[in-house]
């Protein structure tokens, strides 16, 4: 029990705490919205990612990201979509709104 107790206190609170949403260095793209479209469209290999915003955060502890994507729907049809994606502080995501 006394062991449990030390290796619990010995885990660094970074690693116990997820990161809040951000851009990746390599292509914009933020982590939390790429795994929710995977998760969320009919066809998910075929998402193209055209562009990124920076993301935002909002006054009320939120962020908020603006992505333009091209994939093909459940028809075969190529679609261009742009969203707009709000998140919590740990990355949940809480909105997603389609726009022009």
Same mark, same amino acid.
């Given at each position: 029990?006394?062991? @449990? ?8 609170? %970074?690693? #116990?705490?997820? *990161? &809040?949403? /951000? ?6 793209? @933020? ?8 998760? %969320?469209? #009919?066809?998910? *290999? &075929?998402? /193209? ?52």
């Amino acid at each position: 029990m006394l062991v @449990v107790l030390v290796l619990a206190w010995m885990v660094p609170l %970074s690693t #116990a705490r997820a *990161d &809040s949403p /951000h851009n990746d260095t390599r292509d914009d793209s @933020v982590e939390q919205v790429v795994m929710y479209h995977q998760k %969320s469209v #009919a066809k998910p *290999d &075929s998402i /193209h990612y055209l562009s990124w915003t920076p993301v935002r955060l909002l006054d009320n502890g939120h962020y908020k990201v603006t992505v333009r994507f091209r994939l093909k729907n459940r028809y075969e049809r190529s679609v261009l979509k742009k969203q707009i994606v709000i998140m919590d502080e740990v990355g949940a995501i809480l909105k997603v709104m389609d726009c022009r």
